[in-house]
Each structure stands twice: as C-alpha cells, then as structure tokens.
C-alpha cells in the first residue's frame, strides 16, 4: 500500500498535472469573466442595435399552453399599441420578445428551444476561441528564436604596405 501511494504522489506531482490543474483553474475563472462580458456588457447594446430585442427570452414554443399564454400577453400589449402592417414587423417579431412571457415562465408551462441562450453561449465561444487564440499566438512569438547570427567575417589579410610596415616594427623592436 505505502508503494501505491508513493506512486500517486510521483504521478501528482509531475509538472504536467500540475500545469493543466493551474489550466483548468484559470480557464474556469476567465470563462466566468467572458461570461460577463458578453452577458452583461456586449448582450445588451446589441439588443439595443436590433429593436430593443432581449437575448435571453428568445425562445421557440413547443407547447400549446405556452402559445396561448404568449397570444394573450400578445393581444394585451397590442390593444395598447398601434399596429405595424410590414413585412419587416412580421420578420422581427420572430426574434421579438416583447409581448411574450419570459423564457422562466415559458419553461413552467412546457417544453421551449431557447435560441436566445444560444446565441449568447455562441459569442462566449467565439470570444473565448479568439482571446485563447491571441495568447498562443503572443507565446508563439515570445518563444520564436531569433535566426542565427552569420558568422563573423575573417579578418582581410594585411596589404603589402602593411606587412612591410609590420616588418619595420618587428626590426625596430629587436634593436638594442
């Protein structure tokens, strides 16, 4: 037994366990961050862009009692607001939320496709795809080694003049 336990604790110590413990951590904790980001501050001025549209409560109804409660809502909102005939009406009150129950109560009364969570799911993993992207990238360049140095150039052989001069020196040096 004492073996075993000498074995998991080599195992759990390699720096490999560790560097992917550390890993999943901060990944777990910069998720949490995107997260944010998209739900709380990238979410909302996009809904603004497209009609004041709200991510979260997007949904397709499976249920007739979700359709029901959805007309009715629908019909008390409409009676207090002017009619828009257009053919884009129609198309954004597919992604429209408004005068519908919020996707919380939508799932008590039956079976919905929230599209809306997906699409805000969608940006998390394009934002987090893009920023792991970025960082291998930058420890990619950090890590490149430079391309070698030439080798330094060998000395030019000395010129006539100079070899005689050398002499001359060499001569000079001799003397007593």
Known sequence: MPKMMDE???????????????????GAAFGKIVTSLVEDLLMPPIGKLVGNMDFSNLYISLSDKIDEANTTAYKVIAATQPVDGSTMAAVTNVFSSIGRLPLAEAKKLGPVMAYGNFITILINFLIVAFS??????????????????????????PTKDQVLLMEIRDALKTRP
Do not use: T, Y
């Open 132 to 157: 792991i992207f970025m960082v291998i990238k930058l420890m990619n360049h950090l890590n490149r080694k430079p391309a070698p140095l030439p080798p330094p150039a060998a000395e030019p052989l």
């Open 8 to 26: 998991f604790k080599a195992f759990a110590m390699r720096g490999n366990v560790v560097d992917l413990a550390v890993g999943v951590v901060i």
